[in-house]
């Protein structure tokens, strides 16, 4: 069966990085998904200590490209995103935390959600984005992603400030909302389900990047 998310303003149908992700974030949360039938298998690399920051890529994971590397083991360490592979399916790779403090909250109650980047070139739409999953229905799961794509929420010297930045645009099942305050005004009881990533992706068509991603805030305690 075939499964579409939206990245940005792109609608992606079938398995694909993207799905691959998704399915993995969910594998460790535990949750319940009905993964396309070539979804790997979830696989990442867990920084040293408690709740440190944590890769995950699509050469750990198998059948695309992408490697993630943390420079240190610190609980905001850099990572090094690097979407640079000749795979054929494309590269991801992407950070998160195994614990997040956000799970239950109701997006009007975040009050820090971002990071900040450097990269080989300017993101463009789909390379680069921090995907939050949203319960709206109050039962606890996952009903869609919000996708706060770098290239709509440019900030100022690389940081997304999902928060506080008023010219952030929010994606949600394939709708702009202007803004964080914007999204929590049209689903003021919709909840944060899930953990919070951010992902860098890149298809074959695309020129390579590497990304350094800092300073990543996602409800970690």
Same mark, same amino acid.
């Given at each position: 069966?075939?499964?579409?998310? $939206?990245?940005?303003?792109? /609608?992606?149908?079938?398995?694909?990085?993207?799905?691959?992700? /998704?399915?993995?974030?969910?594998?460790?949360? *535990?949750?319940?998904?009905?993964?396309?039938?070539? %979804? =790997?298998?979830?696989?990442?690399?867990? #920084?040293?200590?408690?709740?440190?920051?944590? @890769?995950?890529?699509?050469? %750990?994971?198998? *059948?695309?490209?992408?490697? @993630?590397?943390?420079?240190?083991? *610190?609980?905001?360490? =850099?990572?090094?995103?690097?979407?640079?592979?000749?795979?054929?399916? +494309?590269?991801?790779? +992407?950070?998160?935390?195994?614990?997040?403090? /956000?799970?239950?909250?109701?997006? +009007?109650?975040?009050?820090?959600?971002?990071?900040? $980047? &450097?990269?080989? /070139? &300017?993101?463009?739409?789909?390379?680069?984005?921090?995907?939050?999953?949203?319960?709206?229905? +109050?039962?606890?799961?996952?009903?869609?992603? #919000?996708?706060?794509?770098?290239?709509? @929420?440019?900030?100022?010297?690389?940081?997304?400030?999902?928060?506080?930045?008023?010219? @952030?645009?929010?994606?949600?099942?394939?709708?702009?909302?202007?803004?964080?305050?914007?999204?929590?005004?049209?689903?003021?009881?919709?909840?944060?389900?899930?953990?919070?990533?951010?992902?860098?992706?890149? %298809?074959?068509?695309? =020129? #390579?990047?590497?990304?350094?991603? %800092?300073?990543?805030?996602?409800?970690?305690?």
């Amino acid at each position: 069966m075939n499964q579409q998310v $939206y990245i940005g303003r792109t /609608l992606i149908t079938g398995v694909g990085a993207v799905l691959a992700v /998704l399915a993995l974030m969910l594998a460790f949360s *535990g949750a319940a998904h009905a993964a396309g039938p070539n %979804t =790997p298998n979830p696989h990442a690399t867990f #920084a040293p200590g408690h709740n440190k920051i944590q @890769c995950f890529d699509g050469t %750990t994971d198998g *059948g695309f490209g992408g490697t @993630c590397t943390l420079k240190s083991n *610190g609980v905001n360490a =850099p990572a090094t995103l690097s979407n640079n592979s000749s795979n054929p399916n +494309g590269d991801y790779s +992407g950070v998160f935390y195994q614990n997040s403090m /956000l799970i239950g909250k109701t997006l +009007g109650s975040v009050t820090q959600l971002g990071y900040t $980047y &450097s990269g080989t /070139l &300017s993101p463009l739409p789909g390379n680069l984005s921090l995907n939050v999953p949203i319960d709206t229905t +109050g039962d606890g799961a996952t009903d869609a992603y #919000a996708f706060v794509d770098a290239f709509y @929420c440019p900030g100022t010297n690389g940081t997304v400030d999902v928060i506080n930045d008023t010219n @952030c645009g929010i994606w949600f099942n394939g709708v702009e909302y202007a803004n964080w305050a914007a999204f929590t005004a049209a689903f003021p009881s919709a909840t944060i389900s899930d953990l919070p990533f951010v992902v860098a992706e890149r %298809t074959p068509a695309e =020129p #390579a990047a590497v990304w350094t991603v %800092t300073n990543v805030h996602l409800g970690q305690k």
